[in-house]
């Protein structure tokens, strides 16, 4: 049987609750181990949810999610609208985009 002593182990289920606040506040997963210290189940505790469709004044907004660290909102006539994440297809355009920009502007120097 454990002694207790190596992380993340437990050698009796009264320290149980003790490895799971050091699990949440070091790893953010829960681990729960059987008497012999063994891991049988393993879990992350909740990730950051989206607030998309929430009502908010636009003052709130501006100061709580506008730079929100884990979601891009845009605030629409008083509702939260999370902004999709930027794909391939869309970098690409974008791109393509400035490619053509650049081409232009060596094409007629004087439209700078």
Known sequence: MNNGS?????SNPGE?????ETSMENTQAIR??????????QAYHD???SEDGKYVSES???DE????????YEWN???LEEKPVSDLMNVETGRWFLRMLEAFLE???WQR
């Open 16 to 20: 149980l609750a003790t490895n799971w």
């Open 60 to 62: 709130l907004y501006w």
């Open 77 to 79: 006539k008083g509702y």
């Open 107 to 109: 094409t007629y120097p």
């Open 6 to 10: 190596e992380a993340g182990r437990v």
């Open 47 to 49: 990730e950051p949810r």
């Open 32 to 41: 729960t181990h059987d008497q012999a210290g063994n891991l049988i189940h």
């Open 65 to 72: 999610y506008y730079e929100h660290p884990d979601f891009s």
